[in-house]
């Protein structure tokens, strides 16, 4: 019996895109995959040339993290160091205790352990449209429309040109005048362009799609290793229902952005 290998992979389909619906863990990629780019022909994505604009997008709020040649102040996306309860200290001790360095995973180096970074504003919530682009909606030069699914770029003599979507039923498109910046994440970049036509040849005809570029698109997608485990505590210094269905929790967490709600 054959079985297919599926996945639940929830992604959030809205200004912000996941970043509305994850765990806000502020994690850049390793600098060693950025130089292997490099390596394999991507000039100018390399470690060193892609932190000035970490460091231009971040507002790091943690004392000791300003003081770091790898994190910025003053930008857009707003940074914090979670600490809701003191079980993270003891987990964090134990594991120097076994030899393990207490670092910060977005510095110099990511093997060890540390306390997450997270993308939150006072405790709460930072996503992508709230750190980007709800501050300037305001502005002339920027439409934003809602509930309209991109389907396809245009390419026309090999260049991007527009956008085809749907809105209200129908089909609509957009030109543009210099560029198409295509930010759609991991999985909605390369379905966006295997549907206009860049993509595997095989696997575009196999769909009726008409080939624009026969290249290996969406054929090497990686998901980080993450592994969830229990540990048996004989106290109640973890995060339990009873705190967080404490009244003065949840004042603590309207009042002041912290708490354990």
Same mark, same amino acid.
């Given at each position: 019996?054959?079985?297919?290998?599926?996945?639940?992979?929830?992604?959030?389909?809205?200004?912000?895109?996941?970043?509305?619906?994850?765990?806000?863990?502020?994690?850049?990629?390793?600098?060693?995959?950025?130089?292997?780019?490099?390596?394999?022909?991507?000039?100018?994505?390399?470690?060193?040339?892609?932190?000035?604009?970490?460091?231009? $997008?971040?507002?790091?709020?943690?004392?000791?993290?300003?003081?770091?040649?790898?994190?910025?102040?003053?930008?857009?996306?707003?940074?914090?160091?979670?600490?809701t309860?003191?079980?993270?200290?003891?987990?964090?001790?134990?594991? +120097? +205790?076994?030899?393990?360095?207490?670092?910060?995973?977005?510095?110099?180096?990511?093997?060890? /352990?540390?306390?997450? %970074? /997270?993308?939150?504003?006072?405790?709460?919530?930072?996503?992508?449209?709230?750190?980007?682009?709800?501050?300037?909606?305001?502005?002339?030069?920027?439409?934003?429309?809602?509930?309209?699914?991109?389907?396809?770029v245009?390419?026309?003599?090999?260049?991007?040109?527009?956008?085809?979507?749907?809105?209200?039923?129908?089909? %609509?498109q957009?030109?543009?005048?210099r560029?198409?910046?295509? $930010?759609?994440?991991?999985?909605? $970049?390369?379905?966006?362009?295997?549907?206009?036509?860049?993509?595997?040849?095989k696997?575009?005809?196999?769909?009726?799609?008409?080939?624009?570029?026969?290249?290996?698109?969406?054929?090497?997608?990686?998901?980080?290793?993450?592994?969830?485990?229990?540990?048996?505590?004989?106290?109640?210094?973890?995060?339990?229902?009873?705190?967080?269905?404490?009244?003065?929790?949840?004042?603590?967490? +309207?009042?002041?952005?912290?708490?354990?709600?």
């Amino acid at each position: 019996m054959r079985i297919k290998q599926r996945m639940f992979w929830p992604r959030g389909k809205g200004l912000g895109g996941t970043s509305t619906i994850n765990s806000m863990i502020y994690i850049r990629g390793s600098r060693h995959d950025y130089d292997n780019w490099v390596k394999d022909g991507a000039e100018g994505w390399s470690y060193k040339d892609v932190l000035p604009y970490f460091l231009k $997008s971040e507002d790091v709020r943690d004392p000791d993290l300003k003081k770091s040649k790898y994190h910025g102040t003053g930008g857009p996306l707003t940074v914090e160091v979670a600490n809701t309860n003191g079980l993270t200290d003891t987990l964090c001790h134990a594991c +120097q +205790q076994l030899g393990h360095s207490l670092l910060d995973p977005n510095g110099h180096s990511m093997i060890g /352990v540390s306390h997450t %970074q /997270v993308t939150q504003d006072r405790g709460r919530r930072a996503s992508t449209s709230h750190a980007f682009l709800h501050p300037v909606l305001h502005r002339d030069n920027l439409h934003v429309a809602v509930n309209s699914p991109v389907t396809k770029v245009l390419i026309e003599k090999g260049r991007a040109t527009g956008v085809e979507y749907t809105r209200n039923g129908t089909t %609509q498109q957009v030109r543009a005048r210099r560029e198409v910046i295509m $930010s759609a994440g991991a999985i909605g $970049s390369p379905h966006i362009m295997l549907l206009s036509g860049v993509g595997p040849r095989k696997h575009l005809d196999s769909m009726g799609i008409p080939v624009v570029s026969d290249i290996p698109v969406g054929g090497n997608l990686q998901d980080h290793l993450f592994v969830d485990y229990g540990i048996g505590i004989n106290t109640s210094a973890g995060i339990t229902l009873d705190k967080m269905n404490s009244v003065w929790e949840k004042v603590k967490y +309207q009042t002041l952005g912290e708490g354990e709600y």
